[in-house]
């Protein structure tokens, strides 16, 4: 359990107290029921509020509030993005750098789809121990994202000849620059035509005197500014066009228009550099 404990590993508890959060609330953008149990079956998080009338001053808490309130929002796009796809056709998933999320439980895949849930060995135990069984559908990948991890997703079945919806999300921004560039090569590379990529960069890591930052780090310990990877990041975007994929950008405050909730643009934002990227590799 000592893996989700600490680091980036602790984000992902802090995340799924966030979609804890967003499931009970009466105005849902999106719902996992999987996600108190993540929160309560670690000694780091047992204490953490997993309702909002739960947390010090509700909604207008940094943490518990605003940034929360991010994850529910994108949780729900990402969501629909997967399921928009395999329901296109595409009948396996990629999750890189899975964390805590339960998609592969919670979501009403079509009929033979596959979904791969590749992260740090010590988190998908942690993962395995909490969810119990889990259905064939569901294949654990234990690598880590820095490494060659085509490797061990080639071993565990996946085939790069099926057109393969990818999510990356939450991730990216804790990678070194090279590993970025590593794993938008493989996707490309292990991708048919007809696949599907979905991931989420941050431009400005923003002032660590933030309040969401201080916020964060005076309530659960974690420091995000110093989690963050310091290195410029690759233009991913242009490196999907010149291999012939297609892509659109936007905001999380599009969606939040879109859905009529969400978190809304504030002064020095620290939500204000935070991109999400929609891609297709054409048939």
């Known amino acids: 359990m000592a893996g989700v404990e600490h680091g980036v590993g602790l984000t992902a508890l802090m995340v799924a107290a966030g979609r804890a959060i967003e499931t009970h609330r009466p105005d849902s953008l999106a719902r996992d029921e999987y996600a108190e149990r993540f929160?309560?079956?670690?000694?780091?998080?047992?204490?953490?509020?997993?309702?909002?009338?739960d947390a010090p001053d509700g909604d207008s808490n940094p943490l518990w509030g605003r940034l929360c309130r991010y994850f529910g929002l994108r949780t729900r796009v990402f969501d629909d993005f997967l399921l928009e796809s395999t329901r296109a056709g595409n009948r396996q998933v990629v999750l890189l750098g899975a964390g805590l999320d339960s998609?592969?439980?919670?979501?009403?895949?079509?009929?033979?789809?596959?979904?791969?849930?590749?992260?740090?060995?010590?988190?998908?135990?942690?993962?395995?121990?909490?969810?119990?069984?889990?259905?064939?559908?569901?294949?654990?990948?234990?690598?880590?994202?820095?490494?060659?991890?085509?490797?061990?997703?080639?071993?565990?079945?996946?085939?790069?000849?099926?057109?393969?919806?990818?999510?990356?999300?939450?991730?990216?921004?804790?990678?070194?620059?090279?590993?970025?560039?590593?794993?938008?090569?493989?996707?490309?590379?292990?991708?048919?035509?007809?696949?599907?990529?979905?991931?989420?960069?941050?431009l400005d890591l923003g002032s660590p005197a933030n309040p969401l930052y201080t916020s964060t780090r005076d309530q659960t310990g974690i420091d995000l500014p110093a989690l963050f990877n310091p290195d410029p990041r690759p233009d991913s975007t242009t490196t999907l066009h010149t291999h012939g994929w297609s892509t659109t950008t936007h905001t999380p405050f599009h969606f939040t228009h879109h859905h009529g909730r969400g978190p809304h643009p504030e002064p020095n934002d620290a939500l204000s550099g935070n991109r999400w990227v929609f891609a297709h590799k054409p048939s």
């Open 103 to 202: 998609r592969a439980l919670r979501l009403d895949w079509p009929p033979d789809c596959v979904v791969h849930e590749i992260d740090r060995a010590e988190v998908l135990a942690f993962k395995d121990t909490v969810l119990g069984e889990a259905p064939p559908s569901r294949r654990s990948i234990p690598t880590d994202l820095r490494g060659d991890w085509a490797q061990a997703l080639l071993a565990g079945g996946f085939s790069p000849a099926a057109p393969t919806t990818w999510l990356a999300e939450g991730i990216l921004l804790y990678l070194p620059a090279a590993a970025e560039r590593h794993l938008i090569s493989t996707v490309d590379s292990l991708s048919a035509p007809g696949s599907d990529l979905a991931y989420e960069i941050k």
């Open 39 to 53: 929160v309560r079956a670690a000694h780091a998080s047992a204490s953490w509020p997993t309702r909002i009338d």
